[in-house]
């Protein structure tokens, strides 16, 4: 680990980490570090300030429960959640997307912040979080607002955070009666991923009453599968339905290529994970 | 890596083909100048910042221009070097089109070696792809201003 | 001092240490930290070196200002190529010209001829200084066309990616074995076939390290470094320099973390920073990053080859001609010795002696390749594998019935093969039959074809490598009869302190075998004395070590070689112990033995510690018996006889001393619309000779099996068409970790080596084994697909493009 070089800034509150954020133009967080120091390391992205969160005292990792609302603190790390039995039994979708990130070690550093922070399409949490309609808490030097995650990923790498914003907080509803399961396609724990889904859907009577398909590494952002979500509806999820649902999720996509897989690959694994995981809901 | 794509605009091709011979014009049009000197009317240098999403680095670049056929087509050739990373980008650009309206249509040849091209693979094509479009948006925007 | 030269004869069957289970010592020590690696070696003022690499694959280099780079403070030192070509001789080549004409320095001169190639090396106060002005090298390049692939670099107006060579081509050779012209005459049919290997790496959890240091009092660089075979890469670096070896000392930690053959190439590294030390008197640090490890720390290579095989109907092969074309990449570096090490296999582990090689090494705009795990046998293997396939297929005759029919038989034993290598012993057949049975071939076979009218993909593939270990130099020869090498020696030195400890040492290095806990033991047996109770002195100093020339671990040859040594320098300080035990006990030396530290007498009972004994050898010398010199300390040397020890007129040598074999057995399902490929089971036999310890072996075995399954469905060195590696890092060159890998069933069919002293066969490498059974397994599971395989490395990614490909057509 040798970036270049940096100034460390280390806030012990919110107030004080929004105010460096907004005066330092090039400042940026880190929590975990799971793909900010990686990225510093092979210098390709050397930022000239770092931020830490680690000590800022209202941050502290949280999973706590109000009602249907589960409310999970942007320092939890991916191992937290994927152990929380709160989480299991609510939203199971967010604790699978969470065990398949990386390695043990990776788990115990990386945190749910971090990993949606960083806008990138290839992270597990985003697509889970997607699927889960989740809403985040973000404050700034004008206090706090609540972005829809369909509203926060805009382009690669790029989010509706304004910079001197910090995630603080993601809310998702309890969902324990809907049908939730995250897959993913990759050659090892470690390597760049070749296709995942986060898949949420709600069945009354074999009928699907509302779904929600999330999409890893199937474009610039994290996406949804809007079109096959409204196509489910009402439907039952017969064979044919589901087939038919992954095509039309995977028909105008278009996902990286890189060594793992063409274009072409990724939209054959999308449409497979989407169909089997679908499948698995009626089986 | 190779890669083309074509735009019409509302200008004649006389009024194009000597916007696009003028160097000033289209380094203002490539992507996040930071500073550029004209050498001469076929050379310019420029510091770019370009890359992938926040991932970006300064590209000292020379960007120079050869007429392949006087008022239809041009050469752009552009030799960028970055901490470890370098580009060598010919864009072949043509117009065609009368008095009130033409197309433009280019064709880039790139070599994008190091760093970024190496871990970046997966989204270099589609973020080149990207900002050669955005660099002849901005063209037609400034030849209708 | 007693020097034994070389010896003749076995070991007794006493196996009281040797074989048996010892807790394996260096493991605990290496799991508490408590390790001394390469990179904790901190000599006080050590300054840092950083490379600035190559963006391109192929350019000429117009001009390098390094100006730049002392705008940062603790900048020191900054060289170009330019600067070494005038300070240092080009690094010694092994093939003659035109080849042996190419010139190859630490960093890049005129041109960068593959992407990452070291073009300028920055010496600062520390690392992240060094890193950071290694970024403003500002290289003008023009860029130069590209050759990656080894059949191409052949072509008429194929890029020369060294000029004054002439062409691409590093050696040629042929191989014309046997009479293959009657074979093909009788043959019934001819089954041709391409066979192509990708190229990989070692990847060892360490990377590769060095700390040189320059004392001008006496004129003496040291150098600390992982390099794994120091005393043959110390002729090179010194004629770099200039210097002779008694101005260099080489020094490996005690540590080495892994090496699987990546650890030897390094000597650009080392030159590079011995240079860079005496300049500025300080000493000079460099580790590889993981980048550069997996850019330049040593490729496997990659090698296509083109075979006829001439059969008869009932499936046994009556010859086989071919022609092999090897990419070596940017710089031959210890090749082209790979050119000749393939030969260690010729016939597989098949009866065929009728066998024509025409092989072809060529350079390429790739990074250098070098010994890698199985070196430049297992591709051979892996060709051997797929022709029997192919064969089979041809037949429609079943892979195993076709590989029956064409093994070596144990009454042939020792078989000495058509290239007059010595195949020192083992049953093929008996372990083929146990493999099988094992791994219940006919009920996966049922199943599989009971279960693909449903879909699904399952594939059997069986494969066999012969792991040849204690390699003869003299193989080289063939390449270059006056390349100073042949042979191969180790040496073993055992004391008896003043204390009576037991204490050896050897010259082999160790990078994780646990040679201290398997060396122990062959002393033990000796000295009939708990392993835990011998002292074994790890690392290496070239200065106040023992060593021979071709010390070090490679080539599977520490337990043969230097086990031997040690062996031999043990039992012959067994007999001065007893000669000085006879004076002080006065009782004939036919009733004395050793046993536990103490020498006791078989008749009378009586005993006395072995510190008694020392105690008299070292210091109450008045006290020794006339004739005897002080001390107890042996010293032996120990050379092989190969029996065909030089290469004859048609290549002919006995190229190695033991040939292990493993074969392995692999049941895959391939998933019908993902392509992902599952291993369901996955069995090898093999045999590694007598075994000093079952753990170690059983660790190499696994570790081997692990590293074939890894290569063959994983790990891939990719280049783009202009030559960017684009798999640079563990996102995209993937070892597969321990999640990912099957639960394996190692068997053993265990027979003494009659080649070796101790009857150990080397079984460091295990050469791939799995490669073969799971490319052969692939195919069969995608039979229905009609998919014909050809590289050793499969994806589900290929299967997709691959299948694709067949849907168009």
């Known amino acids: ?283 | 890596m190779n890669f083309e794509g074509s735009k019409e605009v509302k200008s004649g091709v006389d009024k194009v083909w000597k916007f696009m011979t003028a160097p000033e014009n289209m380094v203002q049009c490539m992507p996040d100048v930071q500073s550029y000197n004209i050498v001469d009317s076929k050379t310019v240098q420029a510091k770019l910042k370009v890359g992938i999403g926040f991932i970006k680095e300064i590209f000292d670049s020379e960007i120079t221009f050869a007429e392949i056929e006087a008022g239809k087509k041009l050469l752009i050739t552009v030799n960028s070097k970055a901490k470890a990373n370098s580009a060598t980008i010919k864009i072949e650009v043509s117009v065609d089109g009368d008095d009130t309206k033409s197309t433009l249509k280019w064709n880039v040849d790139a070599i994008m070696a190091g760093r970024l091209a190496s871990i970046g693979q997966r989204y270099i094509q589609k973020v080149s792809d990207k900002i050669v479009e955005q660099s002849f948006v901005c063209m037609t925007q400034k030849l209708l201003a | 001092m007693e020097v034994l030269q070389t010896h003749k004869g076995e070991v007794k069957a006493a196996n009281k240490y040797i074989g048996k289970n010892i807790k394996i010592r260096e493991d605990v020590k290496l799991v508490q930290g408590k390790g001394h690696y390469i990179d904790d070696l901190e000599l006080p003022g050590t300054l840092h070196m950083a490379y600035a690499t190559s963006t391109y694959g192929h350019a000429r280099i117009k001009k390098i200002d390094t100006s730049k780079c002392f705008t940062i403070p603790g900048v020191l030192y900054v060289v170009t190529g330019e600067e070494l070509k005038s300070r240092l001789s080009p690094f010694m080549e092994i093939a003659t010209p035109p080849s042996g004409n190419l010139r190859d320095y630490p960093l890049a001169v005129d041109k960068v001829r593959y992407y990452g190639e070291p073009v300028a090396a920055i010496v600062a106060t520390d690392p992240y200084i060094a890193e950071d002005a290694a970024e403003l090298v500002d290289v003008e390049y023009e860029l130069l066309p590209v050759v990656l692939d080894g059949e191409k670099s052949l072509e008429q107006d194929a890029p020369l990616v060294h000029e004054n060579i002439g062409s691409n081509v590093v050696w040629k050779g042929v191989w014309d074995l046997g009479d293959t012209e009657s074979a093909f005459d009788r043959a019934d049919l001819i089954v041709e076939d391409v066979v192509r290997t990708h190229r990989y790496a070692s990847v060892p959890l360490e990377t590769n390290g060095m700390v040189a240091s320059y004392d001008e009092g006496s004129n003496i660089i040291t150098v600390h470094s992982v390099n794994q075979m120091p005393m043959f890469s110390l002729p090179l670096i010194c004629a770099a320099l200039g210097i002779p070896p008694s101005g260099f000392r080489m020094i490996v930690p005690p540590n080495v973390g892994g090496a699987f053959g990546g650890k030897i190439i390094n000597y650009t590294h080392i030159t590079l920073v011995s240079y860079l030390t005496r300049i500025l008197k300080k000493p000079v640090k460099y580790v590889e990053t993981r980048t550069e490890n997996i850019t330049f720390g040593t490729h496997n290579n990659e090698r296509i080859y083109h075979v006829s095989l001439a059969a008869r109907k009932d499936g046994k092969v009556l010859g086989v001609r071919m022609k092999a074309i090897d990419n070596c990449g940017a710089y031959p570096r210890y090749e082209p010795a790979g050119a000749v090490i393939w030969a260690q296999v010729v016939p597989g582990i098949y009866d065929v002696r009728d066998i024509y090689v025409e092989f072809i090494q060529v350079l390429s705009n790739k990074g250098p390749t070098g010994p890698v795990r199985g070196y430049s046998r297992v591709q051979h293997n892996f060709m051997w594998e797929r022709m029997m396939n192919a064969l089979a297929k041809k037949l429609n005759m079943d892979p195993t019935e076709v590989r029956f029919k064409n093994l070596i038989q144990p009454e042939k034993m020792p078989y000495v093969g058509p290239s007059n290598t010595i195949y020192d012993g083992g049953n093929y057949p008996a372990s083929f039959k146990r493999l099988l049975d094992t791994l219940e071939y006919k009920k996966w076979r049922d199943l599989q074809a009971k279960s693909r009218p449903d879909g699904r993909l399952i594939g059997i593939g069986v494969a066999a490598v012969i792991d040849s270990g204690a390699n003869n130099f003299s193989q080289i020869k063939i390449i270059n009869k006056d390349f100073p090498a042949s042979g191969n020696s180790d040496v073993g030195m055992v004391i008896v302190d003043q204390f009576g400890d037991i204490v050896a040492r050897t010259g082999t290095t160790d990078q994780g075998q646990s040679h201290a806990t398997t060396f122990s033991q062959i002393v033990a047996e000796v000295f009939d004395t708990d392993p835990e109770e011998i002292k074994f002195q790890e690392g290496f100093d070239s200065i106040s070590n023992i060593w021979a020339a071709h010390s070090g671990a490679y080539a599977s040859r520490s337990a043969v070689i230097a086990g031997t040594a040690l062996y031999y320098a043990a039992r012959n300080l067994k007999q001065k112990v007893l000669k000085i035990a006879q004076s002080i006990m006065d009782e004939p030396i036919s009733d004395l033995d050793i046993k536990n530290k103490e020498v006791f007498s078989k008749v009378s009972g009586k005993k006395i510690p072995l510190a008694k004994v020392a105690s008299v050898a070292w210091s109450d010398v008045g006290l020794l018996p006339d004739g005897i010199d002080p001390g107890l300390m042996s010293y032996a040397i120990y050379k092989p006889d190969f029996k065909f020890n030089m290469p004859d007129e048609r290549n002919r040598i006995n190229n190695t001393l033991t040939y292990s074999y493993s074969i392995h057995a692999t049941v895959v399902e391939v998933d019908p619309e993902t392509f992902q490929i599952k291993i369901l089971k996955h069995v090898v036999i093999s045999d590694p000779g007598t075994i000093i310890n079952p753990l170690v072996v059983e660790g190499q075995e696994m570790g081997a099996t692990l590293h074939g399954i890894s290569a063959a469905l994983s790990e891939n060195l990719v280049y783009d068409d202009d030559g960017i590696l684009l798999s640079s890092n563990f996102w995209d060159y993937n070892v597969i970790g321990a999640k990912q890998m099957p639960d394996l069933e190692l068997l053993q069919d265990v027979t003494r080596s009659t080649s070796s002293v101790l009857g150990v066969r080397g079984i460091g490498e295990g050469g791939g084994g799995p490669i073969g059974s799971i490319i052969n397994a692939v195919e069969d599971a995608v039979t229905p697909l009609n998919i014909k395989l050809i590289s050793s490395n499969i994806s589900s990614y290929d299967l997709f493009s691959l299948n694709r490909k067949n849907e168009v057509i």
């Open chain 1, 1 to 283: 680990m040798r970036p270049r070089p940096f100034d460390f800034y280390q806030p012990t509150s919110i107030k004080e980490a929004s105010e460096i954020l907004h005066s330092h133009e090039d400042a940026k967080p880190l929590a975990g570090g799971q793909s900010l120091i990686p990225m510093m390391k092979l210098r390709i992205f050397s930022p000239s300030e770092i931020m830490s969160l680690a000590k800022i005292k209202e941050m502290k990792p949280y999973i706590s429960e109000t009602g249907q609302i589960l409310k999970i603190g942007a320092m939890a790390t991916h191992d937290m959640i994927h152990r929380s039995d709160v989480l299991r039994n609510a939203v199971p979708v967010l604790s699978e997307a969470a065990g398949e990130i990386a390695d043990q070690q990776i788990r115990n550093r990386g945190t749910i912040g971090g990993n949606i922070a960083h806008g990138d399409p290839s992270t597990n949490l985003s697509a889970a979080l997607l699927a889960l309609d989740a809403e985040i808490e973000v404050q700034g030097i004008e206090g706090t607002r609540i972005i829809p995650i369909d509203e926060f990923f805009l382009d690669l790498f790029t989010t509706a955070l304004d910079h001197g914003e910090i995630i603080t907080e993601f809310r998702v509803k309890a969902s324990p009666h809907t049908k939730q399961k995250f897959m993913k396609v990759a050659k090892s724990d470690t390597a760049f991923p070749m296709a995942f889904v986060a898949l949420n859907v709600g069945l009354s009577e074999g009928f699907v009453e509302n779904a929600r398909i999330a999409l890893g590494v199937a474009g610039p952002t994290p996406l949804r599968a809007l079109e096959a979500e409204k196509f489910l509806l009402k439907k039952r999820l017969d064979s044919e339905v589901i087939t038919k649902a992954a095509q039309i999720a995977t028909k105008d996509l278009e996902p990286p290529s890189d060594v793992h897989a063409s274009e072409e690959y990724r939209k054959q694994l999308l449409s497979t994970l989407i169909k089997r995981g679908l499948s698995s809901f009626v089986g």
